[in-house]
């Protein structure tokens, strides 16, 4: 694994690397002090940029929150497209994170899943997929206005786009399922999975007028009809979500210092808890 400092925002400290998972090269960036004596929670976290475009730098400032909050943080450059390549990417950092966890935030880390927007959908797939395999065990996930309905059809949008002839999360939607029958799968589509049961503590932020909202919403209230812990939280003033989530620099997001709260809730809130 090398690794080269990285450029991100003033109060974070990050290292940008490349590891070798599943036969291939990938970049990361890590987030965070090298444990002296502590332990951290350990966030594999996945950018957005509704899988068309977004690398590790528009993933800097949820990154840099994750950070702020109290965690250690492996954010992941993956593959943008077709499924299930960014997901078997996923896994495999995933995987690789959890054998590092004593290394990188200390002994007895939980480990967490995190994205916004198209990240968000990998979170949560790849959520699904750590609960198919058994393992690895996951403490949480954290979604922040999760990309999740290929339907593109939302009333929150719809409100969004206007009338709007391009959207770039059809676009996404179109290059990211190459073909039909990937709909239909619920690591693609994780807002449509049947089966939700097993899956870890959910944090799932939006904004009151995000695109999405709707989906977003619509998926926590699944995961708590499937009897799972869920903490929903509305900002009201996030202005431009999704797309400020993806600016470089944590100040540029909107009601960061409310983000930062409720990540460090949800860490103190599910550290206590077993893993499955």
Known sequence: MSTTPAA??????????SIKV??????VRVYGKKPAGQ???????????????????NGSAVASLLEAAGARVVSVAYPL????????????VLQWAYKQRTRLAGHGALVYLAGEEAGGNLAAGVALMARDQS????????????????????????????????CKWADGWFKFLSCTRDAEHPYAVPGAAQRLAGLPPSLVMVGSEDPMHDEALAYAARLEAAG???????FNQAEQWPEALLQPGATACPCADEVQAQIRHF??????????
Request: net charge negative.
């Open 22 to 27: 599943a036969g291939q090269e990938v970049a």
């Open 228 to 234: 799972l812990s869920v903490t929903r939280h509305v």
């Open 8 to 17: 991100s925002s003033p109060s974070s400290i990050c290292t940008d690397s």
């Open 135 to 166: 393992h690895p065990p996951l403490a949480g996930q954290i979604l922040l206005s999760p990309m999740l309905d290929p339907c593109v059809g939302t009333a929150s949008l719809r409100a969004a786009t206007g009338t709007a002839t391009v």
């Open 39 to 57: 332990v951290h929670p350990l966030v594999v976290h996945f950018h957005g940029g509704a899988f068309v475009s977004g690398d590790l730098d």
């Open 81 to 92: 497209s077709p499924f299930p390549q960014p997901l078997e990417t996923s896994y495999a």
């Open 267 to 276: 860490f103190e809130a599910t550290r206590c808890r077993p893993p499955p």
